[in-house]
């Protein structure tokens, strides 16, 4: 019963924790992972930045995860993200 | 400063873009569609107490976390203006603003369960994740409004207050620079501003930028 106890409680904290293996990337790297845009957090691990497809069905047009290399008020922001399809072409992949 | 100037009689109206009545049938809108209460949070015991615990562990004062803070738990809104009524700090667009971001951290909870809860309250790196989705919405509402999307990095630098560390207020202000990219070319990425905009477009198109 204890035991039970002790792994159920275990369970919970892996769930809040969101235990997972590390990625080992490095802070703010990005990549596509298919259709998603990911970024690399404070923990070493990859998370989801934007799902193009949901992107894509919230702004009634097509999508598609891709690097960007912009200058813009923020300074100079690079890395991957949604992008409308036309813009796509074929840059995605981690950097 | 401007929340002030709105609240101001007779004059008060002068400064106000969007009126009263409509923030409060925005709120009444989102409160319908995600299934939401809103409850006024100097008024609510389980905020006192909260604030307390945020003091006593120096995270927050308790003044600051009750008058500048708008918190969510579950469906539960708990904020620091009467909804249409402007106050300083809480201007009326403000209010239609962090509408749209408490209901994105709803969003949250209906997608992630028990563990968004549990990871928001004991992982800090978690915390600035669900709060950089959450913020992506008032960059999502400033640009529909003014056509621009304001500082990643001064957006991102709030959540010093979530007592998140300098590495994760980094991570957030890169994930918000690359939304609002995004978000620049067209994309609403959100769900609770997808829903937001719908009513908005609708009732209030006069406040919308051209172009946006």
Same mark, same amino acid.
Not at chain 2, 191 to 211: M, Q, Y
């Given at each position: 019963?204890?035991?039970?106890?002790?792994?159920?409680? *275990?369970?919970?904290?892996? *769930?809040?924790? =969101?235990?997972?293996?590390? %990625?080992?990337?490095?802070?703010?790297?990005?990549?596509?992972?298919?259709?998603?845009?990911?970024?690399?957090?404070? %923990?070493?691990?990859? =998370?989801? *930045?934007?799902?193009?497809? *949901?992107?894509?069905? =919230?702004?009634?047009?097509?999508?598609?995860?891709?690097?960007?290399?912009?200058?813009?008020?923020?300074?100079?922001?690079?890395? =991957?993200?949604?992008?409308?399809?036309?813009?796509?072409?074929?840059?995605?992949?981690?950097? | 400063?401007?929340?002030?100037?709105?609240?101001? +009689?007779?004059?008060? #109206?002068?400064?106000?873009?969007?009126?009263?009545? /409509?923030?409060?049938?925005?709120?009444?809108?989102?409160?319908?569609?995600?299934?939401?209460?809103?409850?006024?949070? &100097?008024?609510?015991?389980?905020?006192?107490? $909260?604030?307390? #615990?945020?003091?006593?562990?120096?995270?927050?004062?308790? /003044?600051?976390?009750?008058?500048?803070?708008?918190?969510?738990?579950?469906?539960?809104?708990?904020? +620091?203006?009467?909804?249409? &009524? +402007?106050?300083?700090?809480?201007?009326? !667009?403000?209010?239609?603003?962090?509408?749209?971001?408490?209901?994105?951290?709803?969003?949250?909870?209906?997608?992630?369960?028990?563990?968004?809860?549990?990871?928001?309250?004991?992982?800090?790196?978690?915390?600035?994740?669900? @709060?950089?989705?959450?913020?992506?919405?008032?960059? @999502?509402?400033?640009? !529909?409004?003014?056509?621009?999307?304001? &500082?990643?990095?001064?957006?991102?630098?709030?959540?010093?207050?979530?007592?998140?560390? +300098?590495?994760?207020? /980094?991570?957030?202000?890169?994930?918000?620079?690359?939304?609002?990219?995004? $978000?620049?070319?067209?994309? $609403?990425?959100?769900? #609770?501003?997808?829903?937001?905009?719908?009513?908005?477009?609708?009732?209030?198109?006069?406040?919308?930028? @051209?172009? #946006?």
């Amino acid at each position: 019963m204890m035991r039970a106890l002790i792994f159920s409680a *275990l369970a919970v904290c892996c *769930l809040g924790a =969101h235990c997972r293996p590390i %990625d080992g990337c490095a802070l703010g790297a990005t990549r596509c992972n298919g259709n998603v845009a990911q970024i690399c957090d404070a %923990d070493g691990s990859y =998370h989801e *930045l934007a799902d193009c497809d *949901l992107v894509s069905e =919230h702004s009634g047009a097509p999508f598609v995860c891709a690097f960007v290399d912009e200058e813009t008020e923020d300074g100079r922001v690079t890395g =991957h993200t949604c992008v409308p399809e036309s813009e796509g072409g074929d840059s995605a992949g981690a950097r | 400063m401007k929340g002030y100037l709105q609240s101001l +009689p007779v004059v008060g #109206a002068v400064f106000q873009d969007i009126k009263p009545e /409509e923030v409060w049938a925005f709120w009444r809108f989102m409160q319908d569609h995600f299934r939401t209460s809103v409850i006024n949070k &100097s008024s609510a015991l389980e905020m006192q107490l $909260v604030a307390q #615990a945020l003091d006593a562990l120096g995270i927050q004062s308790r /003044e600051r976390f009750l008058k500048n803070f708008t918190t969510t738990i579950g469906r539960r809104i708990y904020t +620091p203006f009467e909804v249409g &009524s +402007p106050k300083g700090g809480w201007d009326l !667009w403000h209010q239609v603003v962090v509408c749209v971001h408490e209901h994105q951290h709803v969003v949250q909870h209906d997608r992630e369960g028990l563990s968004y809860e549990v990871s928001y309250l004991a992982d800090r790196a978690a915390r600035a994740r669900w @709060e950089a989705e959450a913020y992506r919405s008032n960059l @999502e509402m400033a640009y !529909w409004r003014t056509g621009t999307t304001p &500082s990643a990095q001064q957006t991102a630098s709030v959540l010093k207050d979530y007592g998140c560390r +300098p590495e994760d207020v /980094e991570v957030t202000a890169k994930s918000l620079a690359l939304s609002a990219v995004s $978000v620049r070319k067209g994309a $609403v990425i959100n769900e #609770a501003t997808r829903v937001a905009l719908g009513w908005l477009d609708e009732h209030v198109p006069r406040l919308r930028a @051209e172009g #946006a």
